[in-house]
């Protein structure tokens, strides 16, 4: 567990050390997670930071709220929370709305009690691919909408999140 800690801090300080100059923005997100065997939802909170015209950084952190699963996990329930470090290129489509890919690693860690993988935690590394779209409602305020892939061992699932983030 202690490893998995080392690896997640050093994600979110390598996306902090980016954050000298450049937009950053604080914000909010309600997830919606499905899996073959269970679906979910979440909250998080993430930071951007663009690095570049266009080019931008997202740490990410949910937390997805026990549910119970199907019966290949039994009668138990699964909760999750991922952290995810992702780059986002913005492409403008119209005034003060872009869309954007996103690419980038993901940790999951989920907790289920079943005759299959095992009572207990369970740490997943994998990928995010996905897109996204936002739209700026004034110079401190956004609104978004992004659907992603997470290709993870034992739990491939896509995410979709609508969020807010305010400009620091």
């Known amino acids: 567990m202690k490893k998995y800690l080392a690896i997640l801090m050093m994600m979110l300080v390598s ?3 980016f954050a000298e100059e450049g937009d950053k923005w604080v914000g909010v997100n309600l ?3 499905i899996n073959n ?3 979910n939802f979440g909250v998080g909170g993430k930071f951007q930071y663009e690095i570049k015209q266009n080019l ?3 740490a990410a952190a949910n937390y997805f709220f ?3 699963v199907s019966e290949d996990f039994g009668d ?3 909760s999750q929370w991922d952290v995810n470090v992702n780059a986002q290129y913005l492409i403008h489509i119209a005034d003060k709305m872009n ?3 996103i690419i980038g690693p993901s940790i999951m860690t989920y907790k289920v009690g079943d005759n299959v993988v095992g009572t207990g935690y369970h740490t997943r590394f994998g990928v995010n691919i996905g897109a996204g779209w936002e739209y700026q409602v004034n110079d ?3 609104l978004n909408f992004d659907f992603k892939y997470q290709y993870l061992k034992d739990i491939d699932r896509p995410v979709f999140a609508i969020g807010a983030c305010y400009k620091l």
Do not use: C, D, Q, S
């Open 66 to 68: 026990k549910r119970t």
């Open 140 to 142: 401190e305020i956004k």
């Open 99 to 101: 869309v954007y890919p």
């Open 56 to 58: 931008r950084l997202e």
């Open 15 to 17: 996306t902090a050390t």
């Open 37 to 39: 065997k269970f679906k």
């Open 31 to 33: 997830n919606y997670g």
């Open 76 to 78: 138990y329930g699964a």
